[in-house]
């Protein structure tokens, strides 16, 4: 006759309520690791569109500062003045390819262009502010200039989930002609 002893069945017992609860631990440690790498995409394509819409925009700004010459005046006085519609326009036709290309909807585009050859200053340009700190800044230059502010929106892969659904990157960025 064999005597079970009572400890016998309360070990193995034990060893199945282990195996369960690192079951259960391992899963929520994927879980989580989930989590972090859907925010690090998340990170990543809003670094990467922010990257990428400053060159669209510093794309912009060149085509519109050197396409948008007014030869006439330049001949006339020896002074370079930009014509404001055809720099507006050369910039903005660059947009509208780039963001057709990637086929980007719901971005804003704000064009200005200080056309004399002496530049100027246009007050609370860019509209919003598209570095660290609060306040719009002015815009000054001494020379023909186009300037470019662009707010394009992004993607996410988690965080369209947890209810912050729109989100945008702004950049600006001018280019000038030398005198």
């Known amino acids: 006759m064999t005597l079970f002893h009572p400890c016998a069945f309360y070990g193995k017992g034990m060893i199945r309520d282990r195996r369960a609860q690192s079951a259960v631990w391992g899963l929520l440690t994927i879980l989580v690791f989930i989590l972090i790498a859907a925010g690090l995409v998340d990170i990543y394509r809003l670094y990467s569109a922010r990257n990428w819409a400053y060159s669209v925009a510093q794309e912009a700004a060149l085509a519109g500062a050197s396409r948008g010459r007014d030869w006439t005046y330049v001949a006339a006085t020896g002074s370079?003045?930009?014509?404001?519609?055809i720099a507006a326009?050369?910039?903005?036709?660059?947009?509208?390819?780039?963001?057709?290309?990637?086929r980007v909807s719901g971005y804003n585009a704000d064009i200005r262009v200080l056309p004399d050859p002496s530049g100027g200053t246009i007050t609370g340009y860019?509209?919003?502010?598209?570095?660290?700190?609060?306040?719009?800044?002015?815009w000054s230059t001494n020379e023909p200039a186009v300037g470019v502010y662009l707010s394009v929106p992004v993607e996410w892969l988690l965080l369209d989930r947890i209810g912050i659904i729109e989100k945008s990157v702004c950049v600006f960025a001018s280019a000038g002609v030398a005198q």
Do not use: H
């Not at 370079?80 to 519609?85: D, G, Y």
């Not at 860019?126 to 002015?138: F, T, Y």
């Open 80 to 85: 370079i003045r930009l014509t404001p519609e």
């Open 89 to 102: 326009s050369q910039a903005q036709q660059i947009i509208t390819a780039e963001m057709n290309a990637r």
């Open 126 to 138: 860019p509209p919003r502010p598209v570095r660290l700190g609060n306040a719009r800044g002015d």
